[in-house]
């Protein structure tokens, strides 16, 4: 009866030792938030790093490069305060030149922030950006993985929505170069806490073309009575 005792407390043990072992810890690479929170603050760390918990959001903030988790997401609500690069919409990232990574082939990602926003790398190189007030706007075109994805990760804005933080300011419609999603920004009005309209779908929309649409559409309107007479 002692040896079955014995040998059932050594059979727990052997069990919680393999989960102890098979909780591995979790690799990070870049700055990233603590906690998933504005109050968690940010882990600094650029190099590849280890956390024991994994990232809130994961599938939507971060992408996955390797086996490790690279933050997409813009710092700022979380207490970054270096060094800064601003833009606006969605535009690709090389995950592996912003972690200074020497590779044959990049690793290229996407950020779907509506609007202005910022993060710590600048514009990736052979990637085609216009800067227009100290503001970058990716003028290439979207290729074909960045809109089957859109539709799950621009769910960014909804997670950023209840946070009150400082975004670039912009003044001016986007250059005519720029492909992505035009949120409304008033003009000559800083763009802290505008209203961020989250769509999947990106659309251009600039005021001269809706005036110049509802002329043309009255327009054919009064003709078509005109005729009826």
């Known amino acids: 009866m002692a040896r079955m005792d014995l040998m059932g407390w050594a059979l727990l043990l052997a069990l919680a030792g393999a989960g102890v072992s098979e909780a591995k810890p979790v690799k ?7 906690t998933g929170q504005p109050e968690g603050g940010l882990c600094h760390i650029q190099a590849v790093h280890v956390h024991a918990a994994s990232p809130v959001h994961a599938p939507v903030l971060y992408r996955q490069h390797g086996d490790v988790y690279f933050f997409i997401g813009d710092p700022t609500p979380f207490g970054y305060d270096g060094p800064r690069h601003s833009y606006y919409g969605h535009h690709p990232v090389v995950i592996n030149v912003v972690l200074g990574e020497d590779s044959r082939e990049d690793d ?3 950020c779907y922030h509506d609007g202005p ?4 790398y600048p514009p990736p190189p052979r990637h085609d950006f216009e800067e227009q007030e100290d503001v970058y706007y990716y003028t290439d075109e979207y290729p074909e993985v960045y809109t089957r994805d859109r539709a799950r990760l621009v769910q960014v804005n909804i997670i950023y929505r209840p946070w009150h933080y400082a975004r670039p300011v912009v003044t001016r419609a986007p250059p005519r170069g720029y492909h992505g999603p035009v949120v409304q920004v008033n003009v000559n009005v800083p763009a802290v806490g505008v209203e961020v309209n989250v769509n999947p779908a990106p659309a251009r929309y600039e005021e001269h073309d809706r005036h ?5 559409k009255h327009k054919h309107k009064h003709k078509k009575f005109k005729d009826r007479d």
């Open 28 to 34: 990070y690479a870049g700055p990233h938030p603590r």
């Open 108 to 110: 290229v990602a996407y």
């Open 117 to 120: 926003h910022s993060h710590y």
């Open 212 to 216: 110049r649409h509802m002329k043309h």
